[in-house]
């Protein structure tokens, strides 16, 4: 049962275009919703964050959207950059537990 | 400041044999989760040690144990390895108070 859901594997953007990426939940109960980014050989990365009292939060290039009637939230970078090139993870948090999606890999074209 | 480390970085083990995975949190944190991550999926939680207590369990059998000390550093032990097994084992550590993890590099894990 996949609570935390990211329906696209792969993503590919021109450098300097935004980038999107989506997640939809099933849990109503989560409070917390992340987005860690990962590079090989190398743990995921904390990025940023949303408590689901909030819909937006912005953080220099990175901004994240969450839809709680929908079910959604999603990722925003503007500008994406060569060096974003990495795999995202969406994750949710209830209590002292966090569910990861499966991840999107974005590629970053220069 | 150092942060999240993990050892050993890659293991070989075969079916049944036992496997003891360590991991040290970032200064200042006192939460230690554990996260298994099979290839082409997210981190799974397997539990989280907080105060020497396992506070919280994923969907893993008991085969599955782990371990907290008072310096906040935490073992993952795991019983009668099953060629399932094999995975990318992940630490993170956090502030009780705070949502955001922080992860180790991982210990890569074969069962043969």
């Known amino acids: 049962d996949q609570q935390v859901k990211q329906n696209s594997p792969s993503l590919s953007v021109q450098e300097g275009r935004i980038s999107i990426l989506n997640c939809d939940y099933t849990n109503s109960m989560f409070d917390y919703f992340l987005w860690y980014k990962k590079y090989p050989a190398e743990g995921p990365t904390f990025l940023i964050s949303?408590?689901?009292?909030?819909d937006k939060n912005e953080d220099g290039r990175f901004t994240v959207f969450l839809n709680k009637s929908a079910k959604h939230l999603s990722l925003h970078i503007v500008p994406s950059q060569p060096g974003d090139s990495a795999v995202y993870f969406c994750?949710?948090?209830?209590?002292?537990?966090?569910?990861f999606g499966a991840g999107t890999r974005l590629f970053v074209k220069a | 400041d150092a942060g999240v480390t993990q050892s050993p970085t890659h293991l070989i083990k075969t079916r049944g044999q036992q496997v003891t995975l360590r991991c040290s949190p970032k200064?200042?944190?006192?939460?230690v989760s554990w996260y298994q991550q099979a290839l082409g999926q997210g981190p799974q939680f397997i539990f989280q040690y907080y105060e020497e207590e396992e506070r919280q369990r994923g969907n893993f059998p008991d085969r599955f144990s782990g371990h907290q000390f008072p310096n906040y550093s935490s073992e993952l032990n795991v019983n009668a390895l099953l060629l399932g097994d094999s995975a990318l084992y992940l630490c993170?550590?956090?502030?009780?108070?705070?949502?955001?993890?922080?992860f180790g590099p991982g210990t890569r894990l074969l069962v043969l």
């Open positions: 994750a949710a948090s209830e209590g002292f537990k966090t569910i």
């Open positions: 993170a550590s956090s502030d009780r108070n705070e949502e955001t993890q922080y």
């Open positions: 949303i408590s689901s009292i909030k």
């Open positions: 200064s200042g944190h006192d939460t």
